[in-house]
Structure formats: C-alpha cells, structure tokens
C-alpha cells in the first residue's frame, strides 16, 4: 500500500544561513557574520544527512535544493560533500534536480564551474529587480550589470537558470513593471520567480512602514494590474504560471518546489529547515533550531531538529488543500478526501465554481487565475466547517 506522500516525491533541503548584507524586505533566516568554519558545518550536514539515512532508508530522492541566505558564498567542497553524502545515502533519480540559490555579487565563473562539476543542474539567482536606484532601495549589494554578467554565466554553466523579481516596489508604474517584465523575458530565461512585495513584521521595511516611512508603495489597484500584467506578458512568452507567483517553460518547472506544492515529503536541513517525512504511516512536521549556532551544536550533539510534531489526518488535508491550490494543476479531490476523510462542502464548492474562483473537472480542483489572485479567500471559504 502506498503512503500518501509518493503523490509528492520526496526531496532534500539544506538550508545555508550566512549572507553578505542583509535586506531590509527579508524575513528569511538569514545572517551576517564575519568568519565562518566551513568545514566544521559540512562535518554537521554530513551528521544529519546520515540520521535521516537511517529513519528513511530507500527512498528515491529527485530533488535537492541548497536554499538559504546566500548558499552560492558556500565553498564548492562544501557543496560537493553534501551531495555525495546525499547520494551515498538514498537511491536518486536518474534525472535528479540539484538547485542552488545565487546572488549575482557572489557570483564567481570558477566557483559555478566548481558548483557544476559537484552535480548542481540548476541555479536560481536573486536579481530581485532590473534598474539600480530600486536595488539600492532593496537593500540590494548587486547592480544591474553584474546581475546580466552573472546570468550569462550562470547560463553558460547550467543546464537551467531561473531568477526573481520582486513587483510592486516604491514608486513603480504598471507600465514600468510591463518594461522590466520584458527585458527579463529578452534574457532567455527557463524559469522565473515574480513575487509582489510584502512588508513582513521584524524587518527593516516592516518598521519603515510602522513609522511611516515607507512612501509611495504602489496601491491595490496598481499592484493588482501588475499581477495581471505578469500573467499576461509571461503567456504570451509562453513561460506559463504552473504556481502563483511562478513561471516557467513547458518541463523546466522547479521540481522541488513541486515536491512541496504537491504535499510531497521531504527533509530540512539546517538552521530554521521545515521538513515533512512519513514515518510508520504518520507524517510529521519537523523543524530545525533557528540560530546557526544552536543548530551547529545541536547537530554536532545528535540532532539539529528542535521538535517533530506528529500531524493528524485532518492536518493533512488541509496542508493539500493550502499547497495544491497554489499549482495551476490544482489538486485530487480523491486525495483530500482519502486524507480528511470527508468531502468538501458541496454547497461552497458549487458557489465558488459560480463565482469564477475554481473549477472541478472531475476528480480535479483547481483555483482560476481569478481565484489564485485572491487564493487566501478562497482557501478560507473551502476550509470552513
């Protein structure tokens, strides 16, 4: 009998902490430090990969993601081990998807060659904008130029290269957005990630916009034409939206976001690294001590993970429902209902099909772009008891 989570796959994560500076919209888990023991930190990924080995043994892995802070500052021998130990550990794919996040001002032709030659196939690169008055505003160490630079050479190491923008910035026009769109898109790129800017709590934005400071931050009206926009020049370029804010062509989808969007398993490594893994029929949520020392020597002692929360089927369900709509392929409802064990309220489903927000085509759901736009709303309505 199956488990629910080879619907997913199954991928790993390893989460890289350090950062050159740290950006004022940011409120990943990333720091700056001045010194760091490379070494010592691959001894304790190599530690966790190896207990994880032991409790999930067998497994194809198809995706590892180096996702951070800035894992493109990580040493390719660091890099190298790790997807060694991976390997060493678990059968892999035959087409196993290895991504690392780059930053274009740590970006190094030799240091990518290296990264290449480790087993990485694929790069994803915060550009993040494409005029230099808004990156110095992000709080970006980059400038156009070298980002192009970088892209090139990313592309002419890498089998696949996506990067990200962020929209809905300071001062931006939709018709500005539309220009910038299209320069990106002239890149050749496979793949991109379009995120609206969100000002997070406990970030250097988040206390700018608290004062007051943060001006001229574009209405709802405009960032939702800018959505729009995106939608539509990304079409019709045919780099297609398989998830809300992600665009890529035909087969160059990133498959370890996939994983997650399609409630697959997988472990997090690292400081502040989320996991989901089945063990025994029940799935867990794990994740890891957040401070990169506590995580090293925690790791060093054991175990890196700070708890693993058994999660009821209900759980479950709903975590399907809030990853899977996210995906233009949308969910099985088959799958919810095994999990939840019950159906979705027949009465919302038939208002929200009326309403244009998602569609049924037989044992599918999906949200509409309509609905995607306002997916929170919509995930709402669907969970009410």
């Known amino acids: 009998m199956s488990s629910d989570w080879e619907h997913g796959g199954f991928g790993i994560y390893v989460h890289w902490p350090f950062c050159e500076a740290k950006c004022p919209y940011c409120d990943f888990n990333s720091h700056v430090v001045r010194e760091i023991d490379q070494l010592r930190w691959l001894r304790a990924y190599l530690s966790e990969i190896e207990r994880y080995g032991r409790a999930l043994s067998g497994r194809v892995v198809s995706s590892i993601f180096f996702g951070g802070g800035t894992p493109s500052l990580m040493k390719p021998e660091v890099v190298a081990g790790v997807i060694e130990a991976i390997k060493a550990t678990w059968p892999v794919a035959n087409d196993l998807e290895v991504t690392l996040e780059a930053n274009p001002g740590s970006v190094e032709a030799g240091r990518f060659r290296a990264y290449q030659q480790a087993g990485v196939s ?3 690169m915060g550009v993040q904008a494409l005029n230099d008055p808004d990156l110095r505003r992000l709080g970006r160490i980059h400038t156009v130029k070298e980002a192009q630079t970088a892209f090139q050479i990313a592309r ?3 089998e696949n290269v996506s990067f990200d923008l962020i929209y809905a910035r300071q001062g931006q026009t939709p018709d500005a957005w539309r220009t910038e769109l299209n320069e990106a898109l002239a890149l050749a ?6 995120y609206q800017l969100t000002i997070e709590q406990g970030t250097a934005f988040g206390d700018r916009y608290n004062a007051g400071k943060l001006r001229d931050l574009p209405d709802d009206d405009d960032a939702a034409e800018m959505y729009k926009i995106t939608q539509d020049v990304c079409g019709a370029a045919g780099l297609l939206a398989y998830e809300v804010s ?6 160059e989808e990133c498959r370890h976001n996939l ?4 409630y697959g ?15 025994n029929g029940t799935r867990h949520a794990t994740e890891a001590y957040r401070q990169p020392n506590a995580w090293l020597e ?7 993970d700070k708890l693993r929360d058994d999660l009821s089927h209900d759980d479950e369900a709903t975590e399907l429902l809030l990853m899977g709509l996210r995906l233009s392929e949308g969910i099985s409802l088959s799958r919810y209902e095994a999990l939840a064990k019950r159906v979705l309220k027949p009465s919302t489903l038939a208002e929200l099909v009326e309403l244009g927000m998602v569609a049924q085509t037989g044992d599918r759901l999906v949200a509409t772009q309509k609905g995607r736009f306002v997916l929170n ?9």
């Open 122 to 124: 694929r790069i994803s």
């Open 377 to 385: 709303s919509v995930l709402s309505k669907l969970l009410e008891d």
């Open 246 to 251: 992600n665009h890529a062509r035909v087969g």
């Open 156 to 158: 002419n190491t890498f």
């Open 298 to 304: 925690a790791a060093e002692r054991g175990s890196g």
């Open 259 to 262: 994983i997650y969007w399609r």
């Open 265 to 279: 398993d997988y472990v997090g490594i690292g400081p502040g690294a989320h996991g989901r893994i089945t063990l």
């Open 189 to 194: 790129v496979d793949h991109l990630s379009l």
